[in-house]
């Protein structure tokens, strides 16, 4: 019945494309391009990594050598914005080219025994788009956004390979009993019984390198959805072994070991919760590292774009600890909030012999941008209604074509409700919008404000009577992710 009156709801949204057959028309007609000539384009996601969690942004208690390289080959961003401050809402604002307001998954919502709330069918996603142009397309890690089977399925939203965990919840553990391979569930037979056999994030890295050596000779779009470092904390003990006691002190995190669920979503626990992310970060990186290692073995990397972000900022669950690492870099909150802290997250763009090595951009960009840019790269048109602006002029160096954006917006579905606007250096904040009309809206200046401590509200009440009607213009209704705590709390 759950089911049943989802796939109802699903009529009642308002869709992320209106015309889904128009726009894989027009994509489909830049087909006639020599393959050959269309770059790869490579987007690895990580996990609740926060700005400040990269040596390269400032990071001091250890190194991200790879992802270091990938800034001193390329171009690091400044001010770039995940597209929410949770992971399938920030995901479906990166997959549709819409922010929070328009895009149709703005929150996190459950489908048991496994999955997230779906991307409706008519969805036109950027793997759809790029697919419909001839690219090979692959998602490897965590998807988020629609149960196994659904229309929000990544092989039913433009995705030719999936591997890795279709349910996010279910992704918060490191040694799952299975994960998704296309339509097939891949039963790991040695986690069970509570066995630490298959690391999830090393064998999904081994199938990310296997797509890239088979489509070496056509173009190709990976994305790579790292689940590290997000709670639970674990890492293979040959990495744990390097860091055991090197960053004290450490608070052991008492977390969930066995009994109903252990392995279903809550984390497990962990002795050396500091050791264990810097591990896992070790790891990510050294990833990253094999994936520029395998396109260059390959002869393919001059002709590939490789991009590494973060889906929001720094998380405090499972034993983490923001603090100590300065994870969220000299911003206010973390994870959940619409402060800088928890959607200001880091960018990094290479590309050989198109993106100037060594270089920085301050240009204010967000998730719904990448739509339109790899669309650019692909050469082909990004569909309209897209609330994406390209940033390849900037990638390229060409700032004065640089498009910018009016105003970015998010908005939140728990902890009360909250909305965020940025538009210039005006940074506009409201929470417990549940509670309806009358809240106060925050107002900071973000260029000699940053860490958002001087509410300037009162001093500028003009500027907070424009932003209250932009809180108003930015979203269009959505039956599901409402601001009404009473119709919120009713869909489960």
Not at 53 to 61: C, E, F, I, T, V
Not at 149 to 158: K, T, W
Not at 199 to 204: M, V, W
Not at 461 to 471: N, Q
Request: charged share 25%; aromatic share 12%; proline share 6%.
């Amino acid at each position: 019945m759950k089911q049943l009156l989802y796939f109802i709801l699903l009529g009642t949204l308002v869709f992320s494309c209106k015309n889904k057959e128009k726009n894989c028309t027009e994509a489909s007609e830049h087909t006639t391009e020599t393959a050959n000539a269309r770059p790869n384009i490579v987007y690895i996601l990580a996990d609740d990594l926060g700005y400040g969690d990269l040596s390269a942004y400032g990071q001091q208690k250890f190194r991200t050598p790879n992802i270091d390289k990938l800034a001193k080959d390329g171009m690091l961003f400044t001010q770039h914005y995940s597209g929410s401050t949770v992971c399938a809402p920030s995901r479906s604002a990166l997959l549709t080219g819409m922010h929070t307001g328009h895009t149709v998954v703005r929150g996190n919502k459950e489908i048991m025994p496994e999955g997230q709330y779906p991307l409706p069918d008519n969805t036109f996603t950027m793997a759809e788009a790029v697919k419909k142009a001839g690219y090979s397309t692959g998602a490897f890690g965590k998807w988020g956004l629609g149960f196994p089977g659904s229309e929000g399925d990544p092989l039913n939203q433009g995705f030719d390979t999936f591997f890795g965990y279709n349910c996010q919840r279910l992704g918060h553990n490191y040694y799952p009993g299975h994960l998704w391979a296309n339509k097939d569930s891949l039963v790991l037979k040695d986690n069970t019984g509570g066995n630490n056999g298959t690391y999830a994030p090393g064998l999904i890295h081994e199938k990310t390198l296997e797509f890239i050596e088979l489509n070496k000779d056509n173009p190709f779009f990976l994305y790579v959805a790292s689940i590290i470092p997000h709670a639970e904390l674990a890492a293979p003990e040959k990495i744990m072994k390097r860091y055991r006691g090197e960053f004290p002190p450490e608070t052991p995190y008492e977390g969930v070991d066995d009994g109903p669920e252990f392995n279903q979503g809550p984390y497990r626990s962990q002795e050396q919760p500091h050791a264990a992310f810097v591990s896992m970060v070790h790891l990510l990186d050294a990833q990253v590292g094999e994936i520029v290692a395998k396109l260059e073995k390959l002869g393919i990397a001059d002709n590939t774009i490789v991009v590494f972000t973060s889906d929001n900022g720094p998380h405090t669950e499972g034993g983490a600890d923001p603090d100590y690492f300065d994870s969220n870099g000299p911003f206010r909150g973390t994870k959940r909030d619409l402060y800088e802290g928890g959607i200001r997250v880091p960018m990094i763009a290479s590309w050989p012999g198109k993106i100037k090595p060594g270089s920085t951009t301050e240009l204010v960009s967000a998730f719904w941008d990448v739509f339109p840019t790899f669309s650019d790269i692909a050469g082909i048109e990004a569909p309209e209604g897209l609330d994406g602006i390209s940033f390849l002029p900037t990638l390229l160096g060409n700032n004065d074509q640089q498009k910018n954006h009016e105003y970015l917006y998010w908005e939140f579905h728990e902890k009360g409700g909250r909305q965020a606007i940025r538009k210039g250096n005006w940074k506009a904040v409201k929470y417990d919008v549940f509670k309806g009309s009358g809240i106060p809206i925050q107002l900071y200046d973000i260029s000699e404000d940053v860490s958002e401590k001087n509410n300037l509200a009162e001093k500028y009440p003009e500027v907070i009577e424009e932003m209250k009607a932009l809180f108003k213009e930015a979203r269009t209704p959505s039956e599901v992710f409402t601001f009404s705590q009473e119709t919120y709390l009713n869909v489960k």
